[in-house]
């Protein structure tokens, strides 16, 4: 399923975002950017050891911010980490600070002038994010974006699973009912 915003496509993608070969992979890392499991753990094993490597040099990363290295084994040439907010601690700034995690990864994208990027679902495994709510924060921001900045061309999100496609399917409906299309 996508949309079009513009000139920029947002597509709905099921399946596994180490497999894609976008310019970026954004991963759902935590405060260290050391590693850890879900996706995270998914996207350094692609990477290889490399990429901890690089990862050790950043200094970690505030929630809410994104920092980006190189993609090493992976097919995509980048990797942009965010770090979600955990849903229970955040409280009601959860929602700013899922929105700032898209938000700032594509102002990285865009920085290195990267003009494809995919996106897992930030903060609905460990962090517990309930789907229904993070998949309309997501898009909504990334929506945002795309309207003020014309260089970013195709936002994928590659979502884990039939329950988190649907979620964000449903979301999609919601804000773009007369533009989204199944395909
Ligand atoms: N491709 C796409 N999505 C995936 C993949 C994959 N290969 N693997 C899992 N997901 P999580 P968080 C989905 O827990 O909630 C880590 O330990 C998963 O189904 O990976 O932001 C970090 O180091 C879920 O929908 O990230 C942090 O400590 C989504 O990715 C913490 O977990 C996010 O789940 C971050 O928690």
């Given at each position: 399923?996508?949309?079009?915003?513009?000139?920029?496509?947002?597509e709905?993608?099921?399946?596994?975002?180490?497999?894609q070969?976008?310019?970026?992979?954004?991963?759902a890392?935590?405060?260290?950017?050391?590693g850890?499991?879900?996706v995270?753990?998914a996207?350094h094993r692609?990477?290889?050891?490399?990429?901890?490597a690089?990862?050790?040099?950043?200094?970690?990363?505030?929630?809410g911010?994104?920092?980006?290295?190189?993609?090493?084994?992976?097919?995509?040439?980048?990797?942009?980490?965010t770090?979600?907010?955990?849903?229970h601690?955040a409280?009601?700034?959860?929602?700013?600070?899922?929105?700032?995690?898209?938000?700032?990864?594509l102002?990285?994208?865009?920085?290195?002038?990267?003009t494809?990027?995919?996106?897992?679902?930030?903060?609905?495994g460990?962090?517990?994010?309930?789907?229904?709510?993070?998949a309309?924060v997501?898009l909504?921001?990334?929506?945002?974006y795309?309207?003020s900045h014309?260089d970013i061309?195709?936002?994928s999100?590659?979502?884990?699973?039939?329950?988190?496609?649907?979620?964000?399917q449903e979301a999609?409906?919601?804000?773009?009912?007369?533009?989204?299309?199944s395909?």
């Open positions: 399923m996508e949309a079009r915003v513009g000139k920029a496509v947002i709905l993608l099921q399946g596994d975002i180490t497999e070969d976008t310019d970026a992979i954004v991963n890392a935590n405060r260290t950017l050391l850890g499991g879900g995270d753990g996207i692609a990477a290889g050891p490399q990429l901890l690089e990862c050790r040099t950043l200094g970690g990363c505030e929630t911010g994104a920092k980006i290295t190189r993609g090493y084994k992976l097919k995509a040439k980048h990797v942009i980490h770090v979600g907010p955990i849903y601690a409280g009601k700034k959860a929602p700013e600070l899922l929105a700032s995690c898209y938000q700032r990864s102002e990285v994208a865009s920085a290195n002038k990267l494809s990027i995919a996106f897992p679902s930030i903060s609905t460990a962090y517990g994010y309930p789907l229904e709510e993070a309309p997501a909504k921001a990334v929506l945002d795309l309207k014309s061309q195709r936002v999100f590659v979502l884990f699973g039939k329950d988190a496609y649907q979620a964000y999609l409906r919601d804000l773009w009912p007369s533009e989204s299309k395909n």
